[in-house]
């Protein structure tokens, strides 16, 4: 069983950045590919960014591709996503999520799933 807790949300205006962090416990780490998500009011859960178990492979979503960047340090049991140029459409709960599988792409079902952290972009 894999526990993941984020931190790092908060509120921020937009043109800012932000850099959450996902810790992960209870399995080895490097083994899981993971993923960020995020879920703004009243819409469905939708993908961020993935990357693999050794940090090699990343996809992003089009929407945050050249301003999102997700990357990991398996000493630390840690994923990253860095938020540069937030927009008020960044506006979710941020959720990061753990793949007991290889990761291959935005539709990867992912087995592990955060409590989420809150991101505001005020305009």
């Known amino acids: 069983q894999v526990q993941l807790v984020e931190s790092g949300g908060g509120l921020v205006q937009a043109g800012d950045s932000l850099r959450l962090s996902c810790a992960a416990s209870?399995?080895?780490?490097?083994?899981?590919?993971m993923g960020w998500f995020r879920q703004a009011p009243g819409s469905e859960r939708e993908f961020v960014a993935s990357?693999?178990?050794?940090?090699?492979?990343?996809y992003y979503a089009d929407s945050v591709k050249g301003r999102f960047t997700i990357s990991r340090d398996n000493g630390k049991n840690t994923v990253y996503l860095q938020m540069n140029r937030l927009k008020p459409e960044d506006t979710a709960v941020y959720y990061c999520?753990?793949?007991?599988?290889?990761?291959?792409?935005?539709?990867?079902?992912?087995?592990?799933w955060g409590q989420g952290t809150q991101v505001t972009v005020s305009s």
């Open positions: 990357i693999n178990g050794r940090g090699e492979t990343t």
């Open positions: 209870g399995g080895t780490f490097s083994l899981y590919a």
């Open positions: 999520a753990a793949r007991w599988a290889l990761l291959r792409g935005p539709n990867d079902r992912y087995d592990y």
